[in-house]
């Protein structure tokens, strides 16, 4: 017989998701989405970007050796150039998107600091 989770684990589920980039790029595809004139979606370039930056966290999740294996440089660079990816669309998406601009903002940078937890991790592990 299963037991009920605990109020521990729901608490840690519920923290993880309210900081996850998922919730704001979900937002801002949504805002995308309803655009009536698609003329604009070259704008969308920053959201792409972070939106393929944290699939390929998903399929380091799911596939670990997506990562790169232990120890190894790729590895390293894999996460460094998610980084940067996701550093570099915070700064176009501030700079050139309109309807989108704080949702994709805030998702790059949050996606930043996952991955610098990530490269913090893996330095000393």
Known sequence: MASAPSHDLVYWS???LDFSPAVPFTYAW???IQLKDRSYLWFTA???IGTMSLGWLALALAIPKAMGSDYSDDRYAIIEF???AAL???SLAALIMRRAR???VVGCLL???VWA???AINSVV
């Open 30 to 32: 949504i805002l995308i």
């Open 102 to 104: 704080i949702p994709t």
């Open 46 to 48: 920053p959201l792409c």
């Open 14 to 16: 519920w923290l993880a």
């Open 111 to 113: 996606l930043c600091l």
């Open 82 to 84: 998610n980084f940067f």
């Open 88 to 90: 570099v669309a915070a």
């Open 117 to 119: 937890f990530i490269a």
